[in-house]
Structures are given as structure tokens and as C-alpha cells.
């Protein structure tokens, strides 16, 4: 096949050779008739107008074959491509088989859920199984989707390789082949390569997106299963709620209806308990981890200040205000527990009374032999009781058994709750408040048995266990309360920096009993903590939380309450956290208590750097925790800007200045200095201001701007030493040899001088009545000049007496003269 261009070639030299070949004839044969050799011109060039026409059709089929292809060899590299990248992703799918596994372990789940709601209900609901039901339904659904949300991903994937293989394979372009024989079987060669490379992963590709599918249609069925099971809980639920005082079971003493085995109730109980725990601990870990670490950031706190005591001998050992630092571990899971089980949500009640029963045995060791023996057998007692309450709430179904069990204990914790109050020992009580919560649950068991008596079981069996209770949390509550108060007490009292309002309580004011603020949030949190166990209060509490989490839009800006309130907790843990890490590291105890100064010098910087570090994380986190878009940031920090260039210069430049200072280091915590003529020693380094000890006790407040602008002198870069100078005036009568080797002589018995450098003596002047003396000297520490000098001069003046060397002093001769010849007008005077 000739190619165009060599047509286009060839049209040339032909078009060159009739030109060249008339010329020449014309020039030859003159003679010869004209015409003649026009119509050979003419057939000649009607022949190569026909050869170009022909030249050019070929050229459009060679440029129309050449683009065809290309476009072959693009489609069979995306095939190619596209396969290569199918083999790979079907080796990162997870095995269908492992979705059919967690498939068959979801509906065994179920099958545990459901046991005493929807089968084998038995005489009646109870709110406690209703509750446990919901929630592994709720997490059974959640996870379920999980997996459903993984094959729908899984499917879009193959379902994606396998349109782009299908659609790179019909593209039409394939099936043109080329003219020239030798080429057509070339591109036949490469197809079926392609094909058998294709062709297997596009059956796989089909193969496993059938299977997908098929998991899919039975999460789906699955899925809808557990949210029909969850309504026709929530169902129940309701119907408990509204008919809360209604007869559920005969009176006590009648014939009972049909009640399940004890021992299957007991074993079906367990099963669910445990079942619920596992997946509230696996969709809770972070918040438990959360947790787990405020438990070790208060066991050092607490340690900490512990160590403060004990290296200052401020340990007592009735331990009378110092509970707290008894025993620093027990502490801190004592009252993180206490405070933070309410970022648990909706926790099940096998996991509070873990948490509770945690918490109990750390408060028996922390008030051990601290409160009286009477009353610690009541502890004791109410711990034994609530014990045993518990366990009757485990159960999840009822049973004639359960009922008697119910009554007894009741009757017995309200006999020995009136006998606790008539003892009238409440004056050794050391929180008066848990007289009145024994009260309360004498009361609470007599309507309880009351109520179980007559058939009211469900609210029989929750007053049964919150009368039990409620004493337990009062007393935790009440002591968690007086251990925190102890705790920021002895934090002050150690606590040397000039703000007294550290963790955003005057101690001043405080004295000796707990802030109101903390004794409302106890209240608070005890009526939360027992409305849990009644099913009126999810259905009351329910609209409350929705109001505070709907989204609420301002503008284009969309809130919610929530998130407000979650900003505002993270950045007061922020600022919290930002004055612990100045307790640590600024202070005069920690100093003393590591026997060194040195130890904590260049700390001050970090420390700044540390706790602006801690407010930009708290910031950043809060506003991402309250979905606040960043952009909107940008502007309000621009809009900042603005106001900060025209008001708040001074403001920001003392920020800025703490910043230099942090970075540069000029002067460090613990650094001996001198500002504009005034000494003494860096307190604290703050974001606007530093703290300087004055040697006269009092604490100078500089802004950081006007610290960098003064002159400072920093004696510890130097390595504390500062050269000493006294001057000495003596007689001229004085033999002058002998008073300098007296004098170095005593500087040379003196430890504190130096020896490198060497003290220098040196006769300065003749003076008006004394020759002018100076010693220069260096001890080993700025704070030694004073009494060194101080020793020095009594030394000098000792020896000065011994060898009859005199120190003189300045004198004036004063002389009266009479007048001789005074005046007449003197005389008239």
C-alpha cells in the first residue's frame, strides 16, 4: 500500500516532468503544431487530476484507519488497566463468607434480645428487660447498617469495574479490523489476550456482586426485623409508662399465674446482662478511655500533693482535712468515677452497679478507721444491701420467688433503717446529709412492700432497688463533695502564685465547707442517677434532649444547644488544665520539695508555650465539637483584627511580648534579675504579665510588653555570681603593706570568696581624712553578697582593732571669735 505521501511525491515529479518536457518540445519544434501539444497537456493533466482525486480518497481511509488505531490501542490499555485494578481490589474484599458469619451471630443476638419481650414473655414485662432489650436491638441495628454500609460500598465497587470493562469492550472502534492481512491477525492475537485476561475477572466481578447482593437483601431483611422489634419495645415501653401504678400480678398472698423456671429466668438474665455490657463497653471505648485517663491525671495531682505534705511535714496522722491525699489512687477512681459516669449515656445497669460497687470499695478504704466503727457497719450494712437489691434487679423477668425475695429484704432494710435513726447518733456523722437519705429510704421500702404486696411489681421492684439506692449515692455524692473541697484546700494552702481564685474557687471565702455549686450538681446528678431506673423518665427526658440537640439556624450559621454547651465545657477543661500545669511547675514548693533550684530553671518558658498550646487544642477542638465551619473563624478573627489594631495594642502587645519571651528566653522562672532598679526573683511567666518576688516580699505584676522594653539585668545567665565591692577609709598614719596583707589574709579564710577569680585590694585616693580603700570580690552565689559582707566587715573591723589600724571618720572643727570693736548700731541691739 502506497502511502500518501509518497502520492503526494510522486504527483510532484510528474507535474515537474511535464513542465520540463513542453518547454523543451516547444523550444526544439518550433514548427510543430500548437494544438497538438495542447491536447497532450491536456490528456496528461486530466490524468493526474484523476490520480491526484484517487491519491486523496486513500489518504483520507489511511488517516481514518491511523485513528481507529489508536483509539484500539487506548481502549485495550484500559482494559488492561481497568482489570489489573479489578484483580486487585477483588483480593482487598473481605470474604462473603465473614458477612454470613456476622450475619448468623446477629440473629443469635437477636434470639437472646428478644427472649422474655417477644418470646417466651411470661406473666408479664418488666421495665428492666424492656430497657436491656432496647439497647442490644439498638446496637444489634447499628451494627448491622455497619456491615450493610460496607457491602453497599463493596457493590458500588463492582459494580463500577464491571460497567467499565463492559463499556470498554463494546466500544466500536474494536471491531474494525485493518486491510493488510498480516496486521488483522496481529490485532486479532492482542483481543484474545485481552479477552483471557478480562474474561475471568468479569465472571468474578459478576459472581461476587451476586453474592454482595444477596448479603444485602438479608441485612436488609434483618435490619427491618430488629427496627420492627425495637417499635414494638418502645410500644411496651409507653404502655409501662402510662399504666404505672396498675396491677400487674395477684396480691402476694394469692394463687399465682404461670411463672417460667427460676433457674431459666436466672440463666436467660445472665446471658442478656452480659450481652448488653459488651456492646455498651465496645461502642463506648473512647468515652471509658476518657475516663481512664482523668483517673490517672488526678492520681498524679493527688500523688503530687501528697509528696508537697509529706517533704513539709504537713502530714498529720489523723489525716483531719487531708483525706483526700490518704490514699492518692483510691481518690482518683473515686471521685473521676463519680463526676464522669454521666458522659456514659443511657449506660445498663450491670454497668453502673460495676462503676458503684467500684466506687464503694474505694470509699471504704479512703475513710477507714477515719469514721467511727458505728457507723461504718452502717456503711457497710447499706453496701450489703445494695448489693443484694441489685442482684434481684439483674433479673430480667419475674417470678414468685423474686416477689418474696423483693419483700423480705425490704422489710428488713426499713427495720434497720428506723433502727439506725433512733440510735440518734447522727452528731458523728461527718455529713449530716446522710441521716436524711436513710430517711428517705425507710420510706421508699414500706411503699415498695406495700406495692409488691398488692401486685404492683415493676414500680415495687424499682422503689425496691432505688430506696437501697439512694443512700449509696447519697453518701458517695456527699463524700466525692468533701474529698474535692479537702483536695483544693491543700492546694492552696501549698499554692504560692498571687491568683487565689486557682480553679475558679475563692478558698478565702470557701473556708472549711464545700461551695453551694457543688452540693446543687450533687443533687442534680443523684435525681438523674435514680430517675434512670423508672420508665416515666426516658419518656420525660426524651423531648428535653431533643430540644437540645435539634439544629436551630441564625442566619446561614445552623447551631444546636448542645453543641454550645460542649464548646463551652472543652474550653473551661482547657483553661482548667492550663492552671494545673502552672500549679506544677511554678512554684516555690516544687522547688524546695526537689532540693534544687536549678531543676526548674527554664521551665517558665515551656510552661507558657505548654498552656498556650493547651488553649489553641481546647479552641480548635471546641469549635470543631460544636460544628462551627472555619471559614466563619476566618472572618470573626479578620473582623478582630481590626478592633485589635485600634483598642487593644497594649493588650496585644504584652501577648505578643509573652510569646517572645517564651521563644527568646531572655529571663526564665526562678532567675535572679534586675528591672529598672528594682531586684529580685521570676515567680511566674504569664500570657500578658510575669510575676517578679521582690527581695523586700512583695510581688511585682509587669507586663511582658514593658518587661522586654526596660533595661533587665539577668545575674543567672552569668551563673548567679555578682562581683562585691567595699570601700574602707584608713589613717594616714597607717602602715599600708601591712593593712592589705591583713585584709587578704581574712579573704582567704572567708569560704564563700572565691579564689578564681582573685580578690583584689587596692588603695583608690588620699581622701579628706583618709586614705581611700576598696576590696572587689566574687562569691559563689548572688544571694551570699549580703552576708558575706556583712561577716567580711565584722572580720576587718576585729582585726583593724588587733593590729591599731584606725578607721577614721569624718570630722569639722567649728571656732567662735569675738568681736573687738562691735558697732553702734550692734550696741543699740
Known amino acids: 500500500m502506497t502511502s500518501r505521501f509518497t502520492r503526494i511525491i510522486i504527483i510532484l515529479l510528474c507535474f515537474n516532468f511535464l513542465t520540463v518536457s513542453t518547454s523543451g518540445q516547444t523550444k526544439s519544434e518550433g514548427n510543430e503544431d500548437i494544438d497538438s501539444v495542447k491536447v497532450k497537456t491536456k490528456g496528461f493533466m486530466s490524468r493526474m487530476q484523476d490520480f491526484a482525486k484517487k491519491s486523496a480518497k486513500e489518504s483520507i481511509e489511511d488517516f481514518k484507519s491511523d485513528k481507529v488505531a489508536m483509539i484500539q490501542l487506548e481502549v485495550i490499555n484500559h482494559i488492561r488497566l481497568t482489570t489489573q485494578d479489578a484483580k486487585g481490589y477483588l483480593k482487598t474484599?473481605?470474604?462473603?463468607?465473614?458477612?454470613?458469619?456476622?450475619l448468623n451471630r446477629l440473629k443469635e443476638d437477636y434470639i437472646i434480645a428478644v427472649e422474655g419481650v417477644l418470646t417466651n414473655r411470661g406473666t408479664t414485662q418488666?421495665?428492666?428487660?424492656?430497657?436491656?432489650?432496647?439497647?442490644?436491638?439498638?446496637?444489634?441495628?447499628?451494627?448491622?447498617?455497619?456491615?450493610?454500609?460496607?457491602?453497599?460500598l463493596t457493590q458500588k465497587n463492582l459494580a463500577s469495574f464491571h460497567y467499565k470493562i463492559d463499556s470498554l469492550s463494546t466500544a466500536p472502534e474494536l471491531f474494525i479490523f485493518p486491510k493488510d492481512s498480516a496486521q488483522t491477525m496481529d490485532y486479532?492475537?492482542?483481543?484474545?489476550?485481552?479477552?483471557?485476561?478480562?474474561?475471568?475477572?468479569?465472571?468474578?466481578?459478576?459472581?461476587?456482586?451476586?453474592?454482595?447482593?444477596?448479603?444485602?437483601?438479608?441485612?436488609?431483611?434483618?435490619?427491618?426485623?430488629?427496627?420492627?422489634?425495637?417499635?414494638?419495645?418502645?410500644?411496651?415501653?409507653?404502655?409501662?409508662?402510662n399504666e404505672t401504678i396498675a396491677r400487674e400480678l395477684p396480691n402476694i398472698w394469692q394463687k399465682q399465674l404461670h411463672f417460667r423456671p427460676f433457674k431459666d429466668i436466672v440463666s436467660f438474665s445472665l446471658h442478656k446482662n452480659i450481652l448488653t455490657l459488651n456492646f455498651y463497653v465496645v461502642n463506648n471505648a473512647g468515652k471509658l478511655c476518657i475516663i481512664v485517663?482523668?483517673?490517672?491525671?488526678?492520681?498524679?495531682?493527688?500523688?503530687?500533693?501528697?509528696?508537697?505534705?509529706?517533704?513539709?511535714?504537713?502530714?498529720?496522722?489523723?489525716m483531719n482535712g487531708q483525706l483526700v491525699i490518704r490514699y492518692p489512687a483510691f481518690s482518683a477512681v473515686l471521685i473521676v468515677l463519680s463526676l464522669f459516669q454521666f458522659l456514659l449515656l443511657s449506660p445498663p445497669f450491670t454497668l453502673s452497679f460495676i462503676i458503684w460497687m467500684i466506687c464503694c470499695l474505694c470509699l471504704t478504704a479512703v475513710f477507714k478507721n477515719f469514721i467511727t466503727s458505728y457507723w461504718m457497719k452502717v456503711w457497710l450494712l447499706m453496701v450489703v444491701f445494695?448489693?443484694?437489691?441489685?442482684?434481684?434487679?439483674?433479673?430480667?423477668?419475674?417470678?414468685?420467688?423474686?416477689?418474696?425475695?423483693?419483700?423480705?429484704?425490704?422489710?428488713?432494710?426499713?427495720?434497720?433503717?428506723?433502727?439506725?435513726?433512733?440510735?440518734?447518733?447522727?452528731?458523728?456523722?461527718?455529713?449530716?446529709?446522710?441521716?436524711?437519705?436513710?430517711?428517705?429510704?425507710?420510706?421508699?421500702?414500706?411503699?415498695?412492700?406495700?406495692?409488691?404486696?398488692?401486685?404492683?411489681?415493676?414500680?415495687?421492684?424499682?422503689?425496691?432497688?432505688?430506696?437501697?439506692?439512694?443512700?449509696?449515692?447519697?453518701?458517695?455524692?456527699?463524700?466525692?463533695?468533701?474529698l474535692i473541697n479537702e483536695g483544693l484546700l491543700l492546694a492552696f494552702e501549698v499554692y504560692t502564685?498571687?491568683?487565689?481564685?486557682?480553679?475558679y474557687v475563692n478558698f478565702g471565702k470557701v473556708g472549711g465547707q464545700a461551695p453551694s455549686l457543688l452540693y446543687v450538681m450533687l443533687v442534680l446528678g443523684w435525681i438523674v442517677l435514680l430517675g434512670h431506673n423508672f420508665p416515666l423518665f426516658e419518656f420525660l427526658s426524651k423531648p428535653v434532649l431533643e430540644f437540645m440537640s435539634t439544629k436551630r439556624t441564625l442566619g446561614n450559621y445552623s447551631f444546636s444547644i448542645n453543641g454550645i454547651l460542649l464548646f463551652f465545657i472543652i474550653m473551661t477543661i482547657s483553661v482548667i488544665l492550663s492552671k494545673i500545669v502552672s500549679f506544677f511547675t511554678s512554684d516555690d514548693h516544687l522547688i524546695s520539695a526537689k532540693g534544687t533550684k536549678e531543676s526548674s530553671r527554664g521551665l517558665g518558658s515551656w510552661v507558657l508555650l505548654l498552656r498556650i498550646s493547651i488553649l489553641s487544642i481546647g479552641l480548635f477542638l471546641a469549635v470543631a465539637a460544636a460544628g462551627i465551619p472555619i471559614e466563619r473563624i476566618t472572618i470573626i478573627i479578620g473582623a478582630l483584627g481590626v478592633g485589635i489594631g485600634f483598642g487593644l495594642q497594649t493588650l496585644v502587645n504584652n501577648l505578643v511580648s509573652g510569646l517572645i519571651i517564651a521563644f527568646e528566653k531572655p529571663v526564665n522562672v526562678g532567675d535572679i534579675v534586675d528591672v529598672d532598679g528594682q531586684g529580685g526573683t521570676m515567680k511566674s511567666i504569664g500570657f500578658r504579665s510575669s510575676v517578679i518576688s521582690t527581695w523586700d516580699g512583695g510581688d511585682l505584676v509587669m507586663p511582658n510588653g514593658d518587661l522586654l522594653n526596660s533595661h533587665l539585668m539577668n545575674w543567672t545567665l552569668s551563673g548567679n555570681r555578682r562581683r562585691l565591692s567595699m570601700a574602707i577609709g584608713i589613717a594616714y598614719d597607717t602602715?599600708?603593706?601591712?593593712?592589705?596583707?591583713?585584709?587578704?589574709?581574712?579573704?582567704?579564710?572567708?569560704?564563700?570568696?572565691?579564689?578564681?577569680?582573685?580578690?583584689?585590694?587596692?588603695?583608690?585616693?588620699?581622701?579628706?581624712?583618709?586614705?581611700?580603700?576598696?576590696?572587689?570580690?566574687?562569691?559563689?552565689?548572688?544571694?551570699?553578697?549580703?552576708?558575706?559582707?556583712?561577716?567580711?566587715?565584722?572580720?576587718?573591723?576585729?582585726?583593724?582593732?588587733?593590729?591599731?589600724?584606725?578607721?577614721?571618720?569624718?570630722?569639722?572643727?567649728?571656732?567662735?571669735?569675738?568681736?573687738?570693736?562691735?558697732?553702734?548700731?550692734?550696741?543699740?541691739?
Not at 224 to 235: D, K, P, W
Request: overall charge positive; hydrophobic content about 45%; aromatic content about 10%.
Open 188 to 241: 486479532v492475537r492482542t483481543l484474545a489476550s485481552v479477552a483471557v485476561d478480562a474474561a475471568p475477572v468479569d465472571s468474578l466481578l459478576k459472581s461476587t456482586n451476586t453474592k454482595v447482593q444477596k448479603l444485602l437483601y438479608s441485612y436488609n431483611i434483618i435490619i427491618s426485623e430488629f427496627q420492627n422489634a425495637v417499635e414494638q419495645v418502645e410500644g411496651f415501653e409507653r404502655q409501662m409508662a
Open 93 to 102: 474484599i473481605t470474604d462473603t463468607a465473614a458477612f454470613r458469619k456476622k
Open 386 to 482: 445494695f448489693i443484694f437489691a441489685s442482684a434481684a434487679n439483674l433479673l430480667l423477668q419475674a417470678s414468685r420467688p423474686e416477689r418474696w425475695y423483693m419483700l423480705t429484704l425490704a422489710l428488713i432494710g426499713a427495720l434497720a433503717g428506723i433502727i439506725i435513726l433512733r440510735q440518734k447518733r447522727h452528731v458523728e456523722l461527718r455529713e449530716k446529709w446522710i441521716a436524711y437519705s436513710i430517711l428517705v429510704m425507710v420510706c421508699i421500702e414500706v411503699i415498695s412492700s406495700i406495692l409488691n404486696i398488692y401486685g404492683r411489681f415493676n414500680l415495687a421492684k424499682t422503689l425496691f432497688l432505688v430506696g437501697f439506692l439512694n443512700v449509696i449515692i447519697a453518701i458517695l455524692f456527699l463524700w466525692v463533695v468533701r
Open 735 to 829: 602602715d599600708l603593706q601591712k593593712c592589705r596583707e591583713i585584709i587578704y589574709k581574712i579573704l582567704e579564710e572567708e569560704d564563700r570568696v572565691l579564689k578564681n577569680p582573685k580578690p583584689v585590694v587596692n588603695f583608690e585616693l588620699f581622701g579628706n581624712n583618709a586614705i581611700e580603700l576598696k576590696i572587689q570580690l566574687w562569691t559563689r552565689h548572688l544571694n551570699e553578697n549580703n552576708q558575706t559582707r556583712n561577716d567580711l566587715i565584722i572580720a576587718i573591723k576585729d582585726a583593724f582593732d588587733r593590729n591599731d589600724i584606725r578607721i577614721p571618720f569624718n570630722q569639722q572643727d567649728v571656732y567662735l571669735h569675738k568681736a573687738i570693736n562691735p558697732t553702734s548700731k550692734d550696741k543699740e541691739m
Open 497 to 503: 502564685v498571687q491568683d487565689r481564685k486557682l480553679f
Open 293 to 318: 485517663f482523668l483517673i490517672l491525671c488526678s492520681y498524679i495531682y493527688l500523688n503530687a500533693l501528697r509528696k508537697i505534705y509529706h517533704e513539709k511535714g504537713l502530714l498529720t496522722k489523723e
Open 126 to 152: 418488666t421495665y428492666r428487660n424492656l430497657a436491656s432489650t432496647k439497647r442490644v436491638l439498638n446496637a444489634l441495628t447499628a451494627d448491622a447498617k455497619r456491615s450493610k454500609s460496607l457491602l453497599d
